[in-house]
């Protein structure tokens, strides 16, 4: 059974750092690209990021480019997102998600991220 | 950037009827589509992809039509836990992923 389970959030000021973790289990985690999608309190889902199942390939939506990271290591099974120069727009439920093109087949129960002050 | 805008926003039915979802996309998206469940503090759920294919697990109950610009979910006959928020989502301009905006199923 496929499992995915998001840590690391919190609250955090504006500027900010922190980073996220999603360990995955029930799967080869190597074989398969992953993504982060977000979801700001009462609003609709957003992707933010993608890495291939190297690592050797990332991608991400022009509102995180250049403060967001992501990366993988698949001897642990773990998925990563560093987060930085975090802004109040950022606040969002962050999930980790199996990412199969098109559908997004498996999702973690997602971990809260706040910016304020 | 393709939009796909969902309709009706908030659809209220009572359990035993049909919920029919629309999901209409600023531009072709072929059969690409997938259709995701989400209740409240949950993370979504795939019910359906390739537009018409249901994902493992999902009950018979939950049918996937259309391609090109329209798509709709159809509910045949709704349960008490399939009151949620359901989001379409394509991803033509690979790699980003672009979502509805979702329609809340309530009861009525």
């Known amino acids: 059974e496929v499992h995915l389970l998001e840590s690391g959030g919190g609250l955090v000021q504006p500027g900010g750092s922190l980073r996220l973790s999603c360990a995955a289990s029930?799967?080869?985690?190597?074989?398969?690209?992953m993504s982060w999608v977000r979801q700001a309190p009462g609003k609709g889902l957003e992707w933010v990021s993608i890495?291939?199942?190297?690592?050797?390939?990332?991608y991400y939506a022009d509102s995180v480019k250049g403060r967001f990271t992501i990366s993988r290591d698949n001897s642990k099974n773990t998925l990563y997102l560093q987060m930085d120069s975090l802004r109040a727009d950022d606040t969002a439920v962050y999930y980790c998600?199996?990412?199969?093109?098109?559908?997004?087949?498996?999702w973690g129960q997602g971990t809260l991220v706040t910016v304020s002050s | 950037e393709i939009v796909l805008t969902q309709s009706p926003a908030t659809l209220s039915l009572s359990p035993g009827e049909r919920a029919t979802l629309s999901c209409r996309a600023s531009?072709?998206?072929?059969?690409?589509l997938a259709w995701y469940q989400q209740k409240p503090g949950q993370a979504p759920r795939l019910l359906i992809s390739?537009?018409?294919n249901r994902a493992t697990g999902i009950p018979a109950r939950f049918s996937g039509s259309g391609s090109g610009t329209a798509f709709t979910l159809t509910i045949s006959s709704l349960e008490p836990e399939d009151f949620a928020v359901y989001y379409c989502?394509?991803?033509?301009?690979?790699?980003?992923?672009?979502f509805g905006g979702g329609t809340k199923v309530e009861i009525k």
């Open positions: 890495i291939s199942g190297s690592g050797g390939s990332t």
């Open positions: 998600a199996k990412d199969e093109v098109v559908p997004f087949d498996y």
């Open positions: 989502q394509e991803r033509s301009d690979w790699p980003r992923a672009t």
């Open positions: 390739d537009a018409s």
């Open positions: 029930g799967f080869t985690f190597s074989s398969h690209a």
């Open positions: 531009q072709s998206v072929s059969s690409y």
